[in-house]
């Protein structure tokens, strides 16, 4: 799946960097998606378009997240031209409803500009905690329910 984020349209609607300067709106929100990205839209590869030209940077990559400028066009514009040259298995992430007009056919998803917002809960994972996420090493459950035994027991 690829996802095209319609930048600014996603800031100025996230109570979380709506009041930040630009270019502070810009860094939250790829930085987020940089690392939040598959928790928030999904897996798969992650375009955000900002109005204008490179504010302060040339177009790049933060992490998984490809930041590109509309530069002499509107984002809307190129957000629509890669758009059609990027075919099915798209979802375009905006609240703006011409936009969402100009993309829309049939293998094209498009989604609400929540979708990015920082409050948005994590999905949930099935099953236990891994531990190994904490940073414990294989075998850490058994050491604690050996401690448990020995200390809860020993009272007894």
């Known amino acids: 799946m690829r996802f095209l984020v319609d930048g600014y349209n996603v800031t100025r609607r996230d109570p979380a960097t709506a009041a930040l300067p630009l270019a502070d709106q810009r860094d939250a929100l790829v930085a987020r998606l940089a690392v939040r990205g598959a928790d928030l839209l999904g897996r798969g590869e992650i375009t955000v378009v900002f109005d204008g030209r490179s504010g302060g940077g040339a177009d790049g990559r933060r992490g998984g997240v490809h930041v590109r400028y509309s530069r002499d066009e509107s984002a809307d514009d190129l957000i629509a031209r890669l758009a059609d040259a990027a075919g099915a298995g798209l979802t375009v992430v905006t609240s703006d409803g011409g936009l969402a007009s100009r993309v829309s056919r049939p293998g094209v998803v498009v989604t609400d500009s929540g979708a990015c917002f920082e409050s948005r809960r ?35």
């Open 122 to 156: 994590a999905r949930r994972t099935r099953g236990r905690y891994p531990a190994s996420t904490a940073g414990l090493p294989p075998g850490a459950n058994k050491v604690t329910e050996e401690l448990k035994r020995l200390w809860l027991n020993d009272g007894e």
